[in-house]
Every structure is written in structure tokens, then in C-alpha cells.
């Protein structure tokens, strides 16, 4: 399943209780694809599942109420549809087929008397430029296939920042294009991509 079907990732990128298509987003668009979202403003507060207006609603129909607000619109549009294709694994990254959603039995009453109900997963989305993105497979699918120069470049420098011990600059670009060239002829091989950077004009006089 690669990074994103692995638990380590899955549950350090929620609440802990239930899916975050957040965080994994913005992690996706952060360490993938080398596009990190703006941060908030500090101003707008999360989205509060707890809410009477969202009782009874998926976490994907609670996102899409949430960007009905004018602060969070341009920046959610760009962001929750590469969460939402991995609503299948809850928190903890176990797969699931319908999400437990919280239906307050009275004004007033506490979140441990809250009836519970179920919905079915929606793991489809929409992306910015309008593919559309129908759960897990169907992103790795589209990262592979269709974003491969901007995933083989994030990877390439994050190996180069760690192995650098410093941030990159706009010197070592040319050496950058080259391994991201190198990685993708490679068939994403990291052992290969290793010995580029080590053997690389920005390395060797680090």
C-alpha cells in the first residue's frame, strides 16, 4: 500500500479517535507533492465536529459545509479533496466501510450520552484541475501516474536536505533536476537515488 496505507502515517495524521482528512492532506501536499498549504489564520477556529449544525454528517459533508465560509474557502479547496480519497482507514489506519457520526439526543445533553449512528465511507473527490479521485487506489494511481515529476522531486529533496544536513538553496538546484531526472528513469529506486546524492557536486562540497 506504500506510505499513505501505513498506520504510522494514518494515525500520526489524525485525532487520534477518528480520521483526519486534514492533516493527511496537508502532509501529502507537504511531503509529496512539495506544495505545503498555507498555515490558517489565526483568527479561524477548526472545525468542530461536536457541533449541532454538523450532527448526523460525514467528515466529508461536515469539510464541505466548512468551506462555505469565506475564510476557509480558498484554502480548503485546495487542500480537503487529497484527504478525503483515505477516509477508508479510521484513525489508527484500520480499513472501514462506514464512519460512526454523533447525533445529540437533546440541547444540553453531554458528548457521552450523544447517539451514535453510521454512514457509509465517501472516499471520492474532486482535485483542483476537476480529476476526480474515488478512494485509496485511485490516488496512489494518480500520484504515480500523473504527479510523478512533482512526487520524484519532493522525495529527491527531502533525501537531499537530511543527507545535506542543511536546507537547499537556489545553488543547488541544478543538482536537484538532475537527481529528479536520475530518480524517475530509476523507477523511484531510493538505494540508487542514495548513491546520486552522495556522489553529487553539492555533497561533495557540502
Known amino acids: ?36 498549504p498555507a498555515p490558517p489564520p489565526p483568527d479561524v477556529p477548526e472545525l468542530d465536529a461536536d457541533s449541532p449544525d454538523l450532527a448526523g454528517l460525514s467528515l466529508k459533508q461536515q469539510l464541505a459545509i466548512h468551506r462555505q465560509k ?31 457520526t454523533k447525533h445529540p439526543s437533546a440541547k444540553g445533553k453531554r458528548k457521552a450520552q450523544a447517539k451514535q449512528n453510521t454512514v457509509p465511507v465517501d472516499a471520492v473527490s474532486e482535485l483542483p484541475n476537476g480529476t476526480e479521485i474515488s478512494g485509496f487506489e485511485s490516488l496512489k494511481t494518480h500520484l504515480v501516474e500523473h504527479r510523478k515529476e512533482l512526487l520524484a522531486r ?18 543547488d538546484q541544478t543538482n536537484v533536476q538532475s537527481l529528479t531526472k536520475n530518480f524517475i528513469a530509476g523507477d523511484f529506486r531510493i538505494k540508487p537515488l542514495i548513491v546520486d546524492i552522495v556522489q553529487s557536486q553539492m555533497f561533495q562540497t557540502k
Do not use: M
Open 1 to 36: 500500500g506504500g506510505v499513505l496505507g501505513q498506520s504510522a502515517f494514518l494515525l500520526s495524521n489524525s485525532n487520534g479517535e477518528s480520521s483526519h482528512p486534514i492533516k493527511r492532506a496537508v502532509w501529502i501536499l507537504d511531503r509529496l507533492l512539495d506544495s505545503p
Open 70 to 100: 469565506e475564510s476557509c474557502a480558498n484554502c480548503h479547496r485546495g487542500i480537503d479533496p487529497w484527504g478525503v480519497p483515505l477516509e477508508n482507514f479510521d484513525a489508527i489506519g484500520r480499513w472501514q466501510t462506514e464512519i460512526v
Open 154 to 171: 519532493s522525495i529527491v529533496k527531502r533525501l537531499a536536505t537530511y543527507g545535506l544536513g542543511r536546507s537547499l538553496d537556489q545553488g
